[in-house]
Nanobody, 123 residues
Framework: QVQLVESGGGLVQAGDSLRLSCAAS????????MGWFRQAPGKEREFVAV????????YYADSVKGRFTVSRDNGKNTVYLQMNSLKPEDTGFYYC????????????????WGQGTRVTVSP
């Protein structure tokens, strides 16, 4: 059974950094893409970033490009989201997910999700 567990969220000030982790178990993830999404209160879940097994072909939402970096450690079955220069609009629950088929930006293209970790950025 595939399980994803996110961690690393917290309350920070604008301009600060956070690194989120997503620990995966119950499957082989070294050859799959792992995505990050976020959901702010009252808003739909939105795409943040997606990596691939080599870490070369990564894609980011325009809103985080240049500030966020996705990476992974296949030996630890863990994917990371380094978030720098955080803004209040980055506030929300952050989720990692296993991509299966379809557009990377579409949540329906992902098969397994973690429970999320909360990120709050104060002005």
């Amino acid at each position: 059974q595939v399980q994803l567990v996110e961690s690393g969220g917290g309350l920070v000030q604008a301009g600060d950094s956070l690194r989120l982790s997503c620990a995966a178990s119950g499957g082989t993830f070294s050859s799959t893409r792992m995505g990050w999404f976020r959901q702010a209160p009252g808003k739909e879940r939105e795409f943040v970033a997606v990596d691939n097994w080599s870490g070369v072909h990564t894609y980011y939402a325009d809103s985080v490009k240049g500030r966020f970096t996705v990476s992974r450690d296949n030996g630890k079955n863990t994917v990371y989201l380094q978030m720098n220069s955080l803004k209040p609009e980055d506030t929300g629950f952050y989720y990692c997910a296993v991509h299966r088929i379809g557009p990377y930006t579409n949540p329906d293209a992902y098969a397994y999700w973690g429970q999320g970790t909360r990120v709050t950025v104060s002005p």
